[in-house]
């Protein structure tokens, strides 16, 4: 059974950072692309970052580039999401996502004074 649990949300001060967690499973995560998407009330869901199988190739939305780094750590089918320099308008729920294949449930992810 396929999983991808996403972990570290919360409420962060605008200018904060957060650091979200997926957890897979259940799948050669290995040998997939993985990506960050994310969702705001009223708004289309739009892909954040993108990493390849092996991490050597990388892709940022232009709303987040330079603030937020995405990594994985194929050895314990676990990617990352390092959010540094948070706005408010980065609040919304994170979901984790296998391209074309699975996604995770979310995490939320709200920046706010």
């Known amino acids: 059974q396929v999983q991808l649990v996403e972990s570290g949300g919360g409420l962060v001060q605008p200018g904060g950072s957060l650091r979200l967690s997926c957890a897979a499973s259940?799948?050669?995560?290995?040998?997939?692309?993985m990506a960050w998407y994310r969702q705001a009330p009223g708004k289309e869901r739009e892909m954040v970052a993108f990493?390849?199988?092996?991490?050597?190739?990388?892709n940022y939305a232009d709303s987040v580039k330079g603030r937020f780094t995405i990594s994985r750590d194929n050895a314990k089918n676990t990617m990352y999401l390092q959010m540094n320099n948070l706005k408010p308008e980065d609040s919304a729920i994170y979901s984790c996502?296998?391209?074309?294949?699975?996604w995770g449930q979310g995490t939320q992810v709200t920046v706010s004074s």
């Open positions: 259940g799948f050669a995560f290995s040998s997939h692309a």
């Open positions: 996502v296998a391209p074309a294949l699975w």
């Open positions: 990493i390849s199988d092996s991490g050597g190739h990388t």
